[in-house]
């Protein structure tokens, strides 16, 4: 027998067992959706958990403040080799 640390039960699982078992018992009269709420809930922390993983690792990706370009202002480009818009013939006008 491999000693392997994913084989177990896990806490969530147990315990919807005993719910169920309970519940077909008749000793709890309780909704399904209480009876199954430990899968529920462990589903809801790792998606929290998931995405708070991915949202702090998305906040490391941004590029840092000094690293910024900083803003120009257009009158500051030089433009004048630039042909107007006016001057332009259009190919399909006759």
Do not use: C, E
């Not at 309780?30 to 009876?35: D, E, G, L, P, Q």
């Not at 922390?45 to 120009?72: C, E, W």
């Amino acid at each position: 027998m491999s000693n392997n640390a994913n084989s177990g039960v896990g806490l969530s699982t147990v315990l919807v067992a005993i719910f169920v078992t309970l519940k077909l018992t008749g000793v709890i009269d309780w909704s399904w959706w209480w009876v199954f709420s430990p899968w529920w809930i462990s589903v809801g922390l790792i998606v929290v958990l998931l995405s708070f993983i991915g949202g702090a690792d998305s906040a490391l990706d941004r590029p840092k403040r000094g690293r910024r370009v900083p803003y120009t202002r257009p009158q500051d480009h030089d433009v004048s080799h630039i042909q107007p818009l006016d001057s332009i013939k259009n190919p399909r006008k006759n």
